[in-house]
């Protein structure tokens, strides 16, 4: 049996420090936890950044390091930083350093990187081994110049590499979620369906269980499949709580595509072992070619945001026809005005910000926000276009014959700069003959 304790959904997140404890008197033989995704959106990857704040990440960790120490176990980290691009795993190392010379450990670290060279994408695009992946078509090879990161998303071999060097503590790059913790079961010759399972049910903590803020959960595994049990006081994992989550983040609530085959969880039973704890078997692994997804991201542009609110009672009423005017007659005058392309674009806060056009049945208030977005592809160039907005946002009338209105603005300047801003540009697969092959493994030692 192999049992893998998992904080929490993501570093950063926070969890139930009481469940932790207990998680660490049941003597794991691994604290596995994964410190982000793509949910958050392109910017992260795009710059290389964690999403999470630098001081929550550190206390956090400091108190998984404990742990670790502790339990005498490994802890890993997948998706270091949020996107796990290198400068993202080597952010996170420089507060594990930190970490360690305050408190006087010494660690031994393997430090696994997802990175890609574009180049060395460019050969392996013209050798074949790259195809995309439905919606995405055929990678033109300049798109791969103009990404700011590329990674690859690591498996199970990867994160068994670097467990096999006797490291203290695994800080790895891109890896899919369940990787982190499907490694060492499948290592030491658990089932390879219950361990990529139980590894999809674990990926988010405690959100397969009742109470999905609690944070942390322990999972067993052996040669038949896996069992389930969240560590929160009055905290339970039922069959249908632990079932519903193939359906979490995943096309497919049957297969799991994962590097090197899928998971099939069709003839999968679950069975309640007790008043909180959930046993899974008859999940399936089905091997296949050893590919790995291949995330990248680029620069798109630069934007700025305005915002103004609307409490005019025959504005409110007529909100959509006035900003569809406001973009109309401001587009025309920054196209008579300036040179370079660029998009305005106005969202009513309170009515249909969210979903937009598909909102059919969205209603006015009494107040609405307007949040008005330029994007152009330089920072000076979108500025400019906003502050054209700008009058139009505060005064504009729905007719020319009525009394020009004044709205309000709730910041001076009300522009706002984001900066620049990226988009998500692959979607594709790496075909690899050794699974090594687009990945680096450094190992560390730090402290005392």
Known sequence: MVRVLIPSGALGLG????????????????????????????????????????????????????????????????????????SAVDWLLDITREIAAETGARLKIAVLKSGQPADALKAALAAGRIAPLAPAGALDPALLDNCTNIVALAGVEQITAALDTGADIVIAGRTTDTAIIAALPIQRGCHPGGAWHGAKIGECGALATTHPNSGTILIDFDETGFTMQPMGEGVRATPHTVSAHMLYENSDPIRLYEPGGYLDVSQAIYTATDARSVRVEGSTWVPGPYTVKLEGARRSGFQTVSIALVRDARYVENIRAWCDDIVTKCTAKANARVEGEFGIELRIIGLDATLGALDTAAQAGTEVGVMGIVTAQTEALSMEVAKMLNPYLLHHPLSEEEEMPTFAFPFSPPEMPRGAIHEFCLNHILTLDDPMDAFRIDVIEVGA
């Not at 290389?48 to 001081?55: A, I, L, P």
């Not at 502790?70 to 290198?86: F, K, N, Q, S």
Request: charged fraction near 20%.
């Open 15 to 86: 969890y139930d420090r009481a469940a932790l404890a207990r998680g660490i008197a049941m003597k794991p033989d691994v604290i596995a936890i994964d410190g982000g995704s793509t949910d958050s959106g392109p910017h992260y990857l795009g710059t290389g950044t964690s999403k999470y704040s630098r001081n929550s990440t550190k206390a956090e960790w400091r108190e998984l390091m404990a742990a670790r120490a502790e339990a005498g176990v490994p802890l890993v980290i997948g998706t270091a930083g949020t996107c796990g691009a290198d």
